[in-house]
């Protein structure tokens, strides 16, 4: 997959809150301008999303859609970040008021707003596969103070899956996204079908979608030897070996998978490791299995996991093997396996590169929660 690496040290502000002000201020003025020292910051804020912790105080990710939400009263807030590749949103009460892009060491300034509490919630808009995103804490403007973190969500979702899940160019109003900014200036994993329908149900969620990853094959055979599969365990998906110590409170009820797309959508080529679809198939299908027991053994019996599949232009063998395994699945007993196919003739894939538009992630969403709605969740 194209990845536009062109980096634009700008602030967008969206207008959304009548008299909101977005500001950037640079390390010493954020100092002079109440600026909190990130290892005294965490208790104001929670993390939904896999980061590590750095030693200056600081947290590090590199997943799409990771989210920090903090609470404060007063008319502004600083959000403190250490990024020069993400871009990020800025959400107060609810509303997007900002959009951050490739902010660098900086404080961005959220001030105008009527004297009172609010929430805050920032989201990484982006993928970062090949670089750490930092994230040092909110601060109330003056006269304001930070208050206590607000309570994690009781419904959580995993979602785990390449492009589509990732919301890969899906801001773009046109497929051909190299005079547009690129894919990165028109991703927003807030707006994937994976955060809207998160959202819907009122849940945390976790978006661990890597672009051009498949369950044993990428796109068109690229990076041999790898596959989403060696990054899943990891934080930070440029480090490697590292691994995510996921905490006692990440225990999600539903996991919606969706892997396979890159592995089916191109043909083989010379020198892979398949002689033909048929191994390939066979490959793909024992590697699956694998990735649910694994899941199983994490999440333990209670959790829905849901294996996702689509419509690939000139094969259905994505979707007749994602089906097959749910009917092995199940022959053995586990019924809290199912299988979800989603397609719409309305779906446009007008985003870059064909992919999903925001109108085609809404429509997903909304497919995803008719699915979900099935099952017997009890949460």
């Not at 060491?105 to 993928?127: F, Y």
């Not at 109330?140 to 890969?168: H, K, N, V």
């Not at 990076?223 to 070996?241: C, F, I, M, S, W």
């Not at 196919?341 to 997903?364: E, F, K, N, T, V």
Request: glycine content about 12%.
């Amino acid at each position: 997959m194209r990845r536009s690496r062109h980096l634009s040290r700008r602030t967008f502000l969206t207008a959304s809150a009548a008299g909101v002000v977005t500001t950037v201020a640079s390390p010493p003025q954020a100092s002079a301008a109440r600026a909190v020292r990130p290892s005294a910051a965490s208790a104001t804020y929670r993390t939904v999303g896999r980061v590590k912790e750095a030693a200056d105080g600081y947290v590090q990710y590199g997943w799409p859609g990771i989210a920090f939400e903090g609470r404060f009263s007063g008319t502004g807030v600083g959000v403190v970040l250490d990024d020069a590749v993400n871009d990020y949103d800025v959400r107060i009460d609810g509303e997007t008021v900002s959009t951050l892009v490739t902010p660098g060491r900086t404080t961005a300034w959220i001030s105008g707003l009527p004297d009172g509490e609010h929430s805050v919630r920032l989201v990484k808009r982006t993928e970062s596969t090949w670089a750490v995103g930092r994230f040092g804490g909110f601060t109330a403007a003056g006269g304001g103070r930070m208050l206590p973190a607000p309570a994690a969500r009781s419904r959580q979702i995993e979602f785990i899956g390449d492009s589509y899940t990732a919301g890969y160019g899906n801001t773009s109003d046109t497929r051909d996204c190299s005079t547009n900014g690129g894919v990165d200036r028109n991703t927003n994993a807030g707006l994937a079908f994976a955060a809207l329908t998160a959202g819907t149900l009122g849940a945390d969620h976790q978006q661990n979608a890597f672009s051009g990853r498949g369950m044993v094959r990428n796109y068109n055979g690229s990076d041999p030897g790898t596959d989403y599969r060696t990054y899943y365990e990891r934080a930070l998906l440029n480090v490697e070996g590292d691994v995510w110590q996921r905490p006692d409170t990440w225990h999600p009820q539903v996991v919606v998978i969706g892997l396979g797309i890159n592995d089916f959508s191109t043909p083989l080529n010379p020198g892979e490791p398949w002689a033909g679809q048929d191994e390939l198939i066979a490959a793909y299908e024992s590697a699956y299995h694998g990735f649910l027991d694994k899941l199983r053994a994490r999440y333990g019996t209670g959790t829905h996991l849901v294996v996702g599949a689509t419509a690939v232009s000139g094969t259905t063998a994505f979707a007749d093997t994602a089906e097959r395994i749910v009917r092995d699945r199940t022959a053995r007993g586990d019924d809290r396996v199912g299988y979800w196919y989603y397609d719409d003739p309305a779906l446009d894939r007008l985003g870059c590169d064909w992919h999903p538009s925001l109108a085609d992630h809404r429509i997903i969403s909304g497919l995803l929660d008719a699915y979900l709605a099935t099952l017997p969740l009890d949460w």
